[in-house]
């Protein structure tokens, strides 16, 4: 009920490609699922998040597909660049009483120049 | 402003021994989480402090783990008697309010011997 799964564990893409990345969440509870890269060394940053009422939000070159009926959401990165090679993760948040975050396991991305 | 700050940056220690690791929040962020980041691991929940709130411990893995937060500032995260499976990254980050953007620090790697 608290787990969120995230696929694949590792991705390589070529420069101008799309990385696509998946989550899939079980408790429909969840609120908030934001996205965050992490870069070696340095702690994880908020790339961007999306709300269960809104099935798409996009920011510059990236993109989160929301589905509701499916527990489903995805992070989609156009036009993938090298200097976008970093560890995303993907989280949902929990509303009631802590706001706790749970988070996915990771994808490490290298984009090939 | 300056952001999150942890320290020490690394820390080595011997199986057996007490570690103090420090998060400074940015100033005026009334919430702070820690988490644990194993190798190739997503990050793991630790303890949550909302406020003046009782914090939330429900993520610590054992009663060798304990957190204070003084003034509603400053968090210190201990590990008593610390072993091997404790290695790993320490992550702290701090909300404005309960709920959003959480902006993480750049961590505490710890080794244990």
């Known amino acids: 009920q608290q787990q969120v799964k995230q696929s694949p564990q590792s991705l390589i893409v070529q420069k101008g490609g799309i990385s696509i990345i998946n989550c899939a969440y079980e408790?429909?509870?969840?609120?908030?699922f934001p996205w965050y890269q992490q870069f070696p060394g340095k702690g994880p940053a908020l790339l961007i998040a999306?709300?269960?009422?809104?099935s798409e939000k996009k920011e510059g070159r990236f993109t989160i597909s929301f589905n509701k009926s499916a527990k489903q959401f995805s992070l989609h990165i156009m036009d993938s660049q090298p200097g976008d090679s970093a560890t995303y993760f993907c989280?949902?948040?929990?509303?009631?009483?802590?706001?706790?975050?749970?988070f996915g396991t990771g994808t490490r991305l290298k984009v090939l120049a | 402003g300056a952001g999150v700050s942890q320290s020490p940056s690394n820390k080595v220690t011997e199986k057996g021994k007490d570690v103090e690791l420090r998060c400074d929040p940015i100033?005026?962020?009334?919430?702070l989480y820690w988490y644990r980041q194993s190798l190739g691991q997503g990050l793991e929940f630790l303890i949550y402090?909302?406020?003046?709130?009782?914090?939330?411990k429900s993520g610590l893995p054992s009663d060798r783990f304990s957190a204070e937060r003084t003034g509603g500032s400053v968090s210190t995260l201990t590990i008593q008697r610390t072993q091997q499976e404790d290695s790993a990254v320490y992550l702290c980050?701090?909300?404005?309010?309960?709920?959003?953007?959480?902006?993480f620090g750049p961590g505490t790697r710890l080794t244990v011997l």
């Open positions: 402090f909302q406020g003046n709130s009782a914090p939330d």
């Open positions: 989280a949902a948040r929990r509303p009631s009483g802590t706001y706790k975050y749970i």
């Open positions: 999306i709300r269960p009422d809104v």
């Open positions: 408790n429909t509870a969840f609120d908030y």
């Open positions: 100033s005026g962020h009334t919430a």
């Open positions: 980050a701090s909300s404005p309010t309960k709920g959003n953007e959480q902006f």
